[in-house]
């Protein structure tokens, strides 16, 4: 006769290797989605709010007498073309933070004089500018513009601040008077 021969399979050896390998290769898994979505945030880097910072440099200078309303030119010396109608221009008289036109109107209503108010930093502007087209001011171009807001006199300073609307940029002049008969700022 035959004598069966039973033979045992332990399974305790089988099953702690395959938890081993697949805790390895979900910590694999995780590990590499984690490095991929790193990469992407790093590689898509938004650089464009630096550039446009690094690239624009406008000049408000000089600022000058025409009738009792200071005009100011503004240039763009900056390496792009500027839309004027993405910055915003403040004045401060005497005593007074810059504020813009309007509030300026309510505050300060002696340092505004009656006409068209601020055209500086607003499709007005094209009527002055050397050639400027759809509110575009060209690298290297200038527009004059009338500001609304009275020339200063003798003694008296007024600063004109223009700042960007939608990134961080701003540039200011001081505008000061020596005497009463000056017809532009030093």
Same mark, same amino acid.
């Given at each position: ?16 290797? $395959?938890?081993?390998? %697949?805790?390895?290769? $979900? ?5 590499? #989605? ?12 938004? #650089? ?39 910055? #915003? ?17 309510? @505050? ?30 060209? @690298?290297?171009?200038? *527009? ?10 003798? %003694?008296?300073?007024?600063? $004109?601040?223009?700042? *960007? ?7 200011? #002049? ?13």
């Amino acid at each position: 006769m035959m004598e069966h021969t039973r033979i045992s399979f332990r399974r305790k050896g089988i099953t702690p290797i $395959i938890a081993t390998v %697949l805790l390895l290769g $979900i910590t694999v898994a995780i590990g590499l #989605t984690v490095y991929t979505q790193a990469q992407g945030m790093i590689g898509n880097t938004d #650089t464009s709010n630096i550039d446009r910072v690094q690239e624009t440099d406008i000049s408000l200078t000089p600022v000058f007498k025409n009738g009792d309303e200071m005009q100011v030119q503004v240039s763009n010396k900056g390496d792009r073309a500027i839309n004027v109608s993405d910055f #915003t221009i403040y004045y401060g008289p005497p005593n007074f933070d810059p504020v813009s036109y309007s509030v300026l109107e309510t @505050q300060a209503e002696d340092w505004v004089l009656s006409g068209d108010g601020n055209q500086c930093f607003t499709s007005n502007m094209s009527a002055g500018a050397d050639s400027m087209d759809n509110d575009i001011l060209e @690298q290297g171009e200038r *527009a004059s513009c009338s500001t609304g807001v009275k020339f200063p006199g003798a %003694l008296e300073s007024v600063e $004109i601040r223009v700042e *960007a609307d939608d990134f961080d940029y701003d540039q200011s #002049t001081m505008c000061s008077v020596e005497s009463e008969d000056a017809n532009s700022c030093s």
